[in-house]
């Protein structure tokens, strides 16, 4: 006698818990595939998707109480972003960096910092200007809290992409970011990097400070540049210990 096939609603499929927040929900006007993609990333950023996460149709359709088309919408999206790979499996997974895809990831984002600092020496206003020096300022009082250097530093960038006064540029510098947020270890942990990273950003902010053009897209590129060699010595030292 022929065994029925078991399919993605199979009560084995039901026992995999729902990941994303319960509270989440449609805004309003927004279509089913944007809901999928937001809570999808929403699940990438915060952890709750860690790298290496095997996602199928299936599963993030019921727990979104959705049909498969949008979810199938919204993994197609977020793998042109960078979040999500597919392969001969059954669905996508999160991404996880190894030492090739943090090299490439750190090519583009030398380019795209370089960029923001320079457009953000023509275009900044003087009050902006400022308040990069404020949220510099509190590098130093944080040197010996690493996790509270990384806050500091995410929102020293954020202010420089804001300076920028370019949506477009805006947008990709928050893919890079969304990618990196992937890596669950900050690099302050090795000795001298939070240091060296304080001076490298403000060489960023007295180059935009003084519209320096030129200076601010060299020191910018300077300090992604170092911030990869940092980042692969935290995967070798990681590597090391397993």
């Known amino acids: 006698m022929t065994q029925p096939k078991r399919n993605a609603t199979s ?4 026992l995999r818990p729902n990941p994303f927040d319960a509270t989440a929900k449609r805004r309003r006007g927004e279509g089913l595939g944007d809901f999928a993609a937001r809570v999808l990333r929403d699940g990438i950023r915060g952890g709750s998707l860690p790298p290496g996460e095997h996602l199928r149709e299936a599963d993030v359709a019921r727990w979104l109480n959705i049909s498969r088309t949008p979810v199938r919408e919204a993994f197609h999206r977020i793998v042109s972003e960078g979040l999500l790979v597919t392969g001969p499996w059954n669905g996508a997974m999160v991404i996880e960096l190894d030492q090739q895809r943090l090299v490439e990831l750190y090519a583009v984002r030398e380019v795209l910092e370089g960029s ?74 090795i000795s001298g990097s939070a240091e060296q ?32 060699a940092f980042r692969l010595e935290l995967l070798r030292r990681t590597a090391q210990t397993r």
């Open 11 to 14: 009560p084995k499929a039901d």
């Open 197 to 228: 990273a304080r001076k490298e950003h403000l060489d960023i902010l007295r180059a935009i400070r003084d519209g320096n053009a030129v200076k601010a897209e060299k020191a910018a590129r300077i300090h992604v540049s170092n911030a990869l």
């Open 116 to 189: 923001a600092a320079s457009l953000a020496s023509q275009h900044a206003s003087k009050a902006e200007i400022q308040n990069l020096f404020r949220i510099a300022e509190s590098e130093e009082e944080a040197r010996n809290d690493p996790d509270r250097l990384v806050l500091i530093n995410a929102e020293l960038h954020q202010a420089i992409y804001s300076a920028t006064h370019n949506r477009y540029l805006l947008q990709s510098l928050n893919a890079i970011a969304d990618t990196l947020g992937l890596l669950r270890h900050s690099t302050f942990v």
